[in-house]
Nanobody, 126 residues
Framework: QVQVAESGGGSVQAGGSLRLSCAVS????????MGWFRQAPGKEREGVAG????????SYADSVKGRFTFAQDNANNTLYLHMNSLKPEDTAMYYC???????????????????WGQGTQVTVSS
């Protein structure tokens, strides 16, 4: 059974930083596509960053480029999203997901996610 679990959310002031973690277990493949998504109240879920854990480029949404960085710890099957220079508009529930497809050119799509975590809340105050 595949399990995906996020952690690391919290409340910060604008300009601050947070690191989100995503632990994946029970997945058959050692390398796979992974994505970070977020959903703000009243808005659709959107892809933030996506990567192939076996190597290659990471794709980012334009709204987070230069501020968010995807990282991974293969030994522990854990992925990270380093979020710097946070803005109030980054406030959302953040999810990670195992994807069926990823591209280094475009952010991940909700329709390409097949295993989701429960989400972790990020709140940025002005």
């Amino acid at each position: 059974q595949v399990q995906v679990a996020e952690s690391g959310g919290g409340s910060v002031q604008a300009g601050g930083s947070l690191r989100l973690s995503c632990a994946v277990s029970g997945y058959t493949y050692s390398n796979y596509c992974m994505g970070w998504f977020r959903q703000a109240p009243g808005k659709e879920r959107e892809g933030v960053a996506g990567t192939y854990t076996g190597g290659g480029s990471t794709s980012y949404a334009d709204s987070v480029k230069g501020r968010f960085t995807f990282a991974q710890d293969n030994a522990n099957n854990t992925l990270y999203l380093h979020m710097n220079s946070l803005k109030p508009e980054d406030t959302a529930m953040y999810y990670c997901a195992v994807l069926t497809y990823c591209s280094p050119l475009t952010p991940p799509r909700v329709t390409d996610a097949n295993y989701w975590g429960q989400g972790t809340q990020v709140t940025v105050s002005s």
